[in-house]
């Protein structure tokens, strides 16, 4: 099986924390290609991560985190896309390797992580549904950019959720007890926090709706257990 894959990093403002991903995805021997998705930071975000080697498109202005990604999917090639958040703590190679092996084994056909600091619903159904963190073959996705263009911001994660239960892909979830996301409250102050997680709560249920995600969160749920 090829496994040429190309890792994707969307960002936004992420200057103080994506160096540290990044030097843990260039130069992995098991990524070919690292492609950060500069959306529209003010920061520095981009100057960082072309010192720290890899790729950068730069989109302005700002256009949230599912247009950010299907920017880097039309940019992409190889067979298989690695999706990382910008802003984790605690990443190291040996929890990417994890990542990828079960789909590269073929053992699974898409791989979702379950961070240590996932709320702790998530760790007792034992997926995060939500997990930024995927590999998946580029064939999944590639034919729906128009689609995503027309998703709300945060739509993208349960819009792929919605193919890969529609082509009946195997999930496989994978562990990361040492690795963290910060809150949004960490990063924004507490009210700006508080008014992102409503945002991108809304912007889940105007992506596929509420019956639609309870169901994507109990069939994910069934397959992995």
């Known amino acids: 099986m090829s496994s040429k894959i190309t890792c994707l990093v969307p960002a936004h403002d992420e200057a103080a924390r994506i160096g540290a991903v990044l030097?843990?995805?260039?130069?992995?021997?098991?990524?070919?290609r690292v492609l950060v998705i500069d959306d529209g930071s003010r920061d520095g975000t981009a100057e960082v991560a072309q010192q720290a080697g890899a790729e950068v498109l730069r989109l302005v202005p700002n256009r949230g985190k599912t247009?950010?990604?299907?920017?880097?999917i039309a940019a992409s090639d190889g067979d298989w896309l690695l999706l990382i958040?910008?802003?984790?703590?605690?990443?190291?190679?040996a929890d990417i390797t994890r990542l990828v092996w079960p789909v590269l084994e073929g053992r699974a056909d898409v791989s979702l992580s379950l961070r240590g600091n996932a709320p702790r619903l998530w760790h007792w159904l034992g997926v995060d549904y939500i997990s930024g963190e995927r590999m998946l073959p580029r064939a999944l996705i590639a034919p729906h950019l128009a689609a995503l263009d027309s998703l709300p911001k945060f739509g993208f994660e349960v819009f792929l959720n919605r193919l890969m239960l529609k082509h009946g892909m195997r999930p496989a979830v994978v562990r990361w007890p040492g690795v963290a996301s910060p809150a949004k409250a960490t990063k924004r102050g507490l009210w700006r926090g508080i008014a992102?997680?409503?945002?991108?709560?809304v912007d889940i249920l105007r992506a596929t709706g509420p019956l639609t995600v309870l169901s994507q969160i109990a069939s994910l749920t069934r397959q992995v257990r």
């Open 196 to 201: 992102s997680d409503v945002l991108m709560i």
């Open 67 to 72: 247009r950010a990604l299907a920017q880097g």
């Open 85 to 93: 958040d910008a802003d984790l703590t605690g990443l190291t190679a």
């Open 23 to 32: 030097s843990v995805l260039v130069g992995h021997p098991q990524i070919d």
